[in-house]
């Protein structure tokens, strides 16, 4: 009969590794005149634990009995092959289909019969409750080291090295965990804080960028305070602090509002005048962006062509900000200066009021010209709006479309502006 030998045990015991396969050869060999041959093929598993039976050895020795060439299996003890009763449940069961019978030479039992069945799954019970009670020790063990804030292994945080078992801070990288937190606290937005940290070429150890979602684990991570946290709980660690709890519970006030309503407050706090007025060639909306070099602050407008299928969309991809909103408000300007512009508005005005005379339109609207400057950008939106229709972007420049009845109500703004400051 062909015998097939399988053993388990770390690489640095090669030597016991052997001295169990010479046991079960020696045992093969007194079964000699049963048939029994020892197979040259090696199914050693070294360094891998039998509690898995994802193992390169174990899967060519049950590709061999699958094939034909296995007709005993013989190992030192049941726990060489597996430590789990599902898993040796599988495995009898892969043996009773092939014919194959299993011998462990320290453990006598024959599983051909009942009681070899029996014996085994009380043995391999035991197995399973030796290697539950072992994780256990270690699970608790490892509680137990955090809790006296030692450093359990893994990947340090940004910020920290790792040096004979303890976290120590590298001072550059943690001038730029610092700043990330203070800026956070400013900014109010992990969106625009990862444009920021991606222009100032920030990576972790493994050279990957500070992604937005990196970025929000490190503002959760109460290692930066000093502190070791198991399950939810944190302790005090051996690792020194590189933010303080001021830092921490700034951010931590932001973390806790509705992330809607922090999107929608940065983005009232990003002026965009023309947000929702402007169109391309190919009728797609523009919509409002920006991004930030250092300390400055870029806007535009990109195309939703563009947005959504790439670059080459739309003849005009996008704009620059500054540029559309300073040529539109420089036509508008224009309007409110043109005698046929304020013949216009005077007669809306007129039909609702006659009282009012010419010149206090005209004086109204000439007005608005160097008051824009001290008014707040959501104010100026507002009269853009009410003013402007729609903005249409060609190769030869832009076109303006008015709202035929905004200028009136804006002067009659104007008008009462006026008196409540004559009153």
Same mark, same amino acid.
């Given at each position: 009969m062909r015998c097939g030998n399988t053993s388990r045990i770390p690489p640095t015991g090669s030597s016991s590794l052997d001295a169990q396969r010479e046991v079960c050869e020696a045992y093969i060999a007194s079964q000699r005149s049963e048939g029994w041959v020892v197979l040259r093929e090696r199914y050693d598993d070294g360094g891998i634990s039998g509690g898995t039976l994802d193992r390169?050895?174990?899967?060519?020795?049950?590709?061999?009995?699958?094939?034909?060439?296995?007709?005993?299996?013989?190992?030192?003890?049941?726990?060489?092959?597996?430590?789990?009763?599902?898993?040796?449940?599988?495995?009898?069961?892969?043996?009773?289909? /092939?014919?194959?019978?299993?011998?462990?030479?320290?453990?006598?039992? =024959?599983?051909?019969?009942?009681?070899?069945?029996?014996?085994? /799954?009380?043995?391999?019970?035991?197995?399973?409750?030796e290697r539950e009670v072992t994780a256990e020790r270690i699970r608790d063990k490892f509680a137990a080291s955090r809790k006296r804030g030692l450093w359990m292994g893994g990947v340090p945080p940004y910020g920290y090295r790792?040096?004979?078992?303890?976290?120590?801070?590298?001072?550059?990288?943690?001038?730029?965990?610092?700043?990330?937190?203070?800026?956070?606290?400013?900014?109010?937005?992990?969106?625009?804080?990862?444009?920021?940290?991606?222009?100032?070429?920030?990576?972790?150890?493994?050279? =990957?960028?500070?992604?937005?979602?990196?970025?929000?684990?490190?503002? /959760?991570?109460?290692?930066?305070l000093g502190e070791a946290v198991h399950k939810g709980e944190s302790y005090p660690g051996e690792h020194a602090a590189i933010i303080g709890h001021w830092a921490w519970d700034r951010v931590h006030a932001i973390l806790r509002e509705s992330p809607r309503k922090r999107a929608a407050?940065?983005?009232?706090?990003?002026?965009?005048?023309?947000?929702?007025?402007?169109?391309?060639?190919?009728?797609?909306?523009f919509s409002p962006s920006h991004t930030r070099k250092g300390a400055r602050l870029y806007r535009y407008y990109v195309s939703q062509s563009v947005l959504a299928r790439g670059a080459g969309a739309c003849p005009i991809g996008r704009v620059s900000a500054g540029e559309i909103e300073a040529a539109v408000i420089g036509q508008l300007r224009a309007v409110f200066r043109q005698p046929e512009i304020v013949a216009g508005t005077m007669r809306a005005i007129r039909?609702?009021?006659?009282?009012?005379?010419?010149?206090?339109?005209?004086?109204?609207?000439?007005?608005?010209?160097?008051?824009?400057?001290?008014?707040?950008?959501a104010e100026q939106a507002r009269i853009v709006a009410l003013l402007v229709e729609r903005i249409d972007l060609g190769e030869e420049g832009l076109s303006l479309r008015l709202r035929t009845e905004g200028l009136p109500g804006l002067a009659r703004e104007m008008l009462a502006r006026d008196v409540g400051q004559a009153a």
């Open positions: 390169q050895g174990l899967t060519r020795l049950l590709t061999d009995i699958e094939d034909g060439l296995v007709d005993v299996v013989v190992v030192y003890k049941i726990d060489r092959l597996s430590r789990s009763l599902m898993d040796f449940s599988k495995l009898v069961e892969i043996f009773d289909r /092939n014919g194959v019978t299993f011998i462990s030479v320290t453990q006598s039992f =024959n599983t051909t019969t009942s009681m070899g069945r029996l014996t085994l /799954n009380i043995l391999l019970s035991f197995a399973q409750f790792v040096q004979g078992r303890k976290l120590l801070v590298e001072e550059d990288r943690a001038a730029e965990v610092r700043w990330i937190f203070d800026r956070f606290a400013e900014l109010g937005s992990g969106t625009m804080l990862a444009r920021e940290v991606a222009l100032r070429g920030l990576r972790t150890s493994r050279g =990957n960028p500070l992604d937005k979602k990196y970025i929000y684990r490190m503002l /959760n991570n109460r290692a930066y407050r940065t983005r009232a706090g990003t002026p965009a005048l023309l947000k929702g007025l402007i169109y391309g060639p190919d009728g797609a909306a039909e609702q009021d006659e009282t009012i005379t010419e010149a206090e339109v005209c004086a109204a609207l000439q007005e608005l010209d160097p008051l824009w400057d001290e008014l707040f950008p």
